[in-house]
DNA sequence: ATTATTGCAAATCCTTTGCAGTACC
DNA sequence: GGTACTGCAAAGGATTTGCAATAAT
């Protein structure tokens, strides 16, 4: 049920490049991250830490999250409800969602010429694609 | 560099199907919006209508953002700042964007075949896309 | 011991809202 | 004259930050 020990040595590589400790609070929203599937807003976190192992503050937790993100352990994203939703980048398969704005249904998809042709275009600009937010908000066809 | 009649008539249409009077404050929110290409704030806004036509205040701007984004006049995208933006929807042709992380610089693009093919996923699943949210963001290659 | 960390509460930033005065029909 | 509109300032909600107490090495 556990992290990956190699992943959790990743992040206390990490802590010790940028000088920083290895805390409870940083482990629990660290584990917190990587052993749910699903977006969580900051909240989200701090309730499912405090459901079971313990209390971490909110402050603590958006300066762990940013450092998540910075480090590639998270994926940070905001709708246009303007509030932060945090994945797991780390353990989960890359999808898109499709959501039925009738129902809120959502249903995931990948298309690999999609991925391919995204790169292609990205890299015709001189850039790469570092993420990508891709949803379809559709309509069951009468 | 006026707004052609027509769309000017289908934002008093709307404004009349809601009961809501066509102002000058409302008209000039719109006039921003619909005579300048790229991607604005709310500030943005207020700058350049500040600028040369006279004043509107953040309270009645948003307000009418809300109402032109409700009513397909306008885009409203939020990145990970938290920060809304507004673009034209009206006189731009579609298209996806394209966001560098480092210089927040937005480059927009389309792609036919990926339209298509998300068309056809939808299509596959008994949908129908009403409206699509596609960003890539992106990073120079040194 | 020393240095970084935490949590609190206050501060910030963008956005929304209540309200009193103003403008529109 | 009666509604709806505006701008202000206050309220809201998410996130950040300063600081004194606390924990890690």
């Known amino acids: 049920m556990g992290i990956k020990k190699e992943i959790v040595d990743r992040f206390k590589n990490v802590l010790k490049k940028e000088n920083l400790k290895f805390t409870n609070q940083r482990f629990l929203v660290f584990s917190a991250l990587l052993t749910n599937e699903g977006h969580f807003d900051c909240d989200d976190l701090i309730r499912i830490i405090n459901k079971k192992d313990g209390n971490v503050s909110r402050a603590t ?5 940013d450092l998540l993100v910075k480090y590639d352990f998270a994926r940070k ?3 246009d409800d303007g509030i932060a939703k945090y994945e797991n980048k780390i353990l989960s ?3 898109d969602h499709m959501i039925d704005i009738e129902t809120d249904e959502i249903i995931e998809f990948v298309n690999d010429e999609i991925e391919r042709i995204q790169e292609e275009i990205a890299k015709s600009h001189g850039y790469k694609i570092v993420k990508h937010v891709h949803q379809l908000f559709v309509k069951k066809i009468k």
């Open 61 to 65: 937790a958006y300066r762990t999250l």
């Open 77 to 79: 994203m905001v709708l």
């Open 93 to 95: 398969k890359h999808h």
